[in-house]
């Protein structure tokens, strides 16, 4: 009798799933007063709610991966999410939440398509160990000619130990750095500024290391205010220094 009745708990716990309901009254199962189509759309919300739980933490798992520029495992999490919420949407029948869903699929399936080429550019560019020399009076050397191709959509923070940008000049220096970094990098949110140590090195979290003998403040002050270099800093001479741009997978490799 004891294993009868643990049959019919699980049972009923199986049956409501279903959309029935036991009577303890009678110990028998009877179909709740649900028509088909009732049971079928149970049935339905259930699968959608199912498919939504586990895209909602697969999704979770890949922005983390993505904030911390794992872009292989994070295009998978997305991947994976994009299918539970597809599957979530087939089985919804709320317009409202099927149309919410289509418009997360897009975004996501947006974010997966930069993660693949993130990753994809940094196994290439990963190779590159790039060291620049400037001789002293030289130009063509400004933030953008030199850095630009190391800022890519996936960078969100750049760290810059500098202890040399006290003066006017410096400051201004560093202001248009930071404004080459927000006009080439759309998803940047933080720039931090470190001056107690000197080793005058440009940290992004993309993972690219500059390394900068005299930090931002290489160039020559111009001549006039009225000369050739005053705001177009391809034109302005340099100090003499030496610059070097590496990937940090190179470090690891090597």
């Known amino acids: 009798m004891q294993e009868d009745g643990r049959i019919i708990q699980h049972q009923e716990a199986e049956d409501k799933v279903l959309g029935y309901l036991y009577n303890p009254h009678s110990d028998k199962l009877k179909l709740a007063s649900f028509s088909v189509n009732e049971r079928a759309d149970t049935k339905s919300k259930m699968v959608s709610v199912g498919s939504e739980n586990a895209a909602i933490q697969v999704l979770t798992r890949a922005i983390q991966l993505d904030s911390e520029n794992k872009y292989s495992e994070a295009v998978t999490c997305y991947e994976q999410g994009i299918r539970l919420l597809l599957e979530s949407l087939k089985a919804s029948n709320d317009e409202d939440k099927k149309k919410h869903f289509r418009k997360k699929i897009d975004e996501y399936l947006s974010r997966a398509e930069i993660m693949k080429k993130a990753s994809l550019q940094e196994k290439e560019l990963s190779k590159i160990h790039k060291q620049i020399h400037i001789k002293d009076n ?32 410096q400051i201004y220096n560093f202001l248009r750095f930071c404004e080459l970094l927000v006009k080439k990098a759309p998803c940047l949110r933080n720039i931090i500024l470190n001056t107690t140590y000197s080793p005058e090195n440009l940290g992004l979290n993309n993972g690219w290391i500059i390394k900068i003998g ?14 050739i270099g005053f705001t177009d800093f391809d034109l302005r001479p340099c100090h003499e220094t030496t610059i070097d741009i590496f990937h940090r997978n190179s470090v690891k490799s090597t």
Request: hydrophobic residues 30%; proline residues 2%.
């Open 138 to 169: 030289e130009t063509g050397n400004s933030y953008e000619t030199l850095f630009s191709f190391v800022i890519s959509e996936t960078l969100t923070s750049v760290e810059i130990e500098d202890a040399y940008i006290r003066s006017i000049h």
């Open 214 to 227: 005299r930090g931002l403040d290489y160039f020559k002050r111009p001549s006039g205010n009225f000369s």
